[in-house]
């Protein structure tokens, strides 16, 4: 019952649907009073010799008008209620979906896309049926049972009525234990799908994976395992659910009998007539809907409540970045990183340490280092996907990031993002993401400076080239260069690459570089790599280990420091002039 209490700004707010659905609901009931009570008066005319072909034709009239009142009502009351409960779905939806991208990356850490996806559909659904047939059940079992009752004691005979219904109480301590029972079993019938859910979900993203190392049969029998647990624990709930009709079919069966065995000796004492009898076990017999409803309802608000409280788990969780701000301007100006120590949330050990500098506005900031040393760690920090514990770490202009509204501070930005990803749509679009209605003259002017535009015009359709998983493989290099031309479009104060030349050969990260240069000329960069020849040109070159600097400045003074940078720089040179005179020697070869 408490599902309803919590649903109760839904039921105020359709306030007039739910009121006239519930009257439909009533007129039907009273309308399905009547052909009983018309069975027993023919059945006593009969008896009395006093039913007359007039007569009968009237009971006919009025049991047609009947049928045709009760299907209007019917129809009426299920656009009501159940229309209303369509609304509820589309209304927990939105709001979920909109918890779902407001959250902070360490929301999505924590919990499997699965189970999220699970949320948005079946437990949904189970709300929405609470709303529904819940509505529809509990009145319908309230309203047509106590007509029926009501009818019975008044028409026939209360004494026979308050016999009739001695079985009842067992029915209603049955039903709401299994009701106990079915809530229980029902939450892990949803999170066991839940699993399954984030298993197919895996899998299939996966499948590349998968099929390489020829991991079909066990990701099979992963799935088999999961698909039985779903099994296992739906039978146990279907085993409870299954307990409820029988349970009410004995509770009338009793009821029946007691009538039947009373009510025949009443007629022999004339206390009533044989007609009367009819209706009553007739009534009798209409009782048995709204029983089932009364456990059905059981049922329904069971599953509701155990989904709602998974959907409200959710609402309820916090967000890790603050959305609160003083300030409503733009930042503009340094950055100033100032870190005592920054731990990943529910992390004791790695994070960054002691990570003090400053990007002047309109620098060109390399950070470099071996991989896991923190420099990903700096620019998810930068853009609040995680806070530090103290405001005062990062400052950018002259107020600490968290002064700012995060909208505002994340407009600033052009992130290209280590794990690019593109969407199930043209390359166009994916480039325009941030504004569909673009000129197509900026979009391939925006794909020239990231040195994608020839790559895409030898497309058989060019720019309107479906890409990711519903349309062509592109290349990891082609990958990276769309993601670049989708930040670039943006011509963003701050142009974030994370590792973003990694897929790119020497000379186009070359050509990359060099378009930045002269077309962002004022505007920051900040350029992440493994390849010291993609910072080589920047005006600061950050050196991160184990999450903490150990060498900064520019080229030539780190060369002459020579530490970590000048041996990987000198290394990774050799490296490269080796290639390319093997390349020329292959080539002369050829030729
Ligand atoms: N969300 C997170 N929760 C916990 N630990 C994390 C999280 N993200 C990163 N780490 C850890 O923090 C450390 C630094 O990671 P980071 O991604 O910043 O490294 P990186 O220098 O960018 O590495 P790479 O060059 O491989 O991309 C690593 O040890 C990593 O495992």
């Known amino acids: 019952m408490k599902v309803f209490k919590k649903l109760g700004w839904f039921f105020k707010r359709e306030r007039k649907n739910y009121t006239g659905g519930i009257i439909m609901l009533i007129l039907v009931a009273l309308m399905e009073l009547v052909p009983p009570q018309v069975i027993g008066w023919v059945i006593d005319g009969i008896r009395q010799e006093t039913l007359t072909a007039e007569i009968l034709g009237q009971f006919i009239i009025l049991l047609i008008v009947v049928a045709i009142l009760t299907y209007i009502f019917r129809y009426f009351w299920r656009i009501m209620i159940f229309g209303a409960s369509y609304r509820l779905g589309k209304i927990l ?3 979920l979906y909109n918890k779902y991208s407001q959250m902070s990356p360490a929301f999505y850490q924590k919990r499997r896309t699965g189970d999220l996806m699970a949320h948005a559909t079946n437990d949904i659904q189970a709300v929405q049926a609470t709303a529904g047939a819940g509505i529809l059940t509990i009145a319908d079992s309230l309203i047509t049972g106590g007509a029926v009752l009501v009818t019975m004691a008044v028409t026939i005979s209360p004494k026979l009525t308050l016999m009739a219904m001695i079985p009842l109480p067992f029915m209603v301590i049955l039903t709401s234990y299994y009701g106990t029972l079915l809530n229980r079993g029902f939450k892990k019938a949803q999170a ?5 859910n984030d298993k197919t979900q895996e899998s299939i993203s996966g499948i590349k994976v998968t099929k390489t190392f020829g991991y079909e049969s066990h990701d099979q029998e992963d799935f088999r395992v999961l698909s039985d647990d779903v099994v296992d624990k739906n039978l146990k709930v279907s085993k409870i659910d299954a307990l409820f009709d029988p349970t009410i079919m004995t509770v009338i069966g009793a009821s029946y009998f007691i009538s039947i065995f009373f009510g025949a000796r009443m007629v022999l004492d004339d206390a009533i007539t044989v007609g009367q009898l009819v209706t009553f076990t007739t009534y009798l017999g209409m009782m048995v809907w709204p029983l089932l409803a009364l456990g059905m309802f059981f049922n329904l608000i069971q599953r509701g409540s155990a989904s709602y409280a998974r959907i409200e788990k959710i609402m309820e969780t916090e967000n890790d970045i603050g959305e609160e701000y003083l300030i409503e301007d733009q930042p ?8 005592g120590a920054f731990n990943f949330p529910g992390e004791d050990a790695g994070g960054v340490r002691d990570v003090r500098f400053t990007i002047e506005r309109g ?11 923190g420099k990903s760690a700096l620019l998810r920090l930068l853009l609040r996907e995680f806070d530090t514990v103290n ?9 600490p990031l968290r002064d700012y509204n995060i909208s505002n501070l994340r407009a600033q930005f052009g992130y290209v993002p280590q794990d690019h990803f593109l969407f199930s749509t043209t390359i166009r679009n994916n480039i325009a993401f941030s504004n569909p209605d673009m000129d197509d003259a900026l979009i391939h002017e925006a794909a020239r400076l990231s040195q994608i535009h020839d790559d895409i015009e030898a497309f058989t359709y060019g720019y309107e080239t479906v890409v990711g998983e519903r349309g062509v493989s592109l290349s990891g290099g082609q990958k990276q260069r769309i993601s670049i031309a989708r930040a670039l479009i943006l011509d963003p104060e701050v142009l974030i690459l994370d590792d973003s030349l990694s897929a790119v050969d020497a000379e186009t990260e070359e050509r990359i570089l060099e378009s930045l240069q002269s077309n962002r000329r004022g505007k920051t ?3 992440t790599a493994h390849r010291m020849s993609a910072v080589s040109h920047a005006d600061l070159i950050i050196v991160m280990d184990a999450g903490t600097i150990t060498e900064m400045g520019t080229h030539e003074t780190l060369m002459a420091e020579q530490g970590w940078y000048h041996d990987t720089y000198n290394a990774q040179a050799l490296r490269e002039s080796l290639k390319s005179s093997l390349e020329d020697m292959a080539e002369g070869r050829r030729n």
């Not at 066991?192 to 399954?196: G, I, T």
């Not at 620098?363 to 040393?373: E, P």
């Not at 405001?391 to 107020?399: A, L, M, Q, R, T």
């Open 93 to 95: 939806r939105a709001s």
């Open 363 to 373: 620098a060109t900031v390399g950070i470099v280092g071996r991989t896991g040393s």
């Open 192 to 196: 066991a799908f839940s699993m399954l």
């Open 332 to 339: 503009e100006g340094d950055i100033h990183f100032d870190i």
């Open 525 to 527: 960069n900040i350029i």
């Open 391 to 399: 405001p005062e770490d990062i400052v950018y202009g002259s107020h």
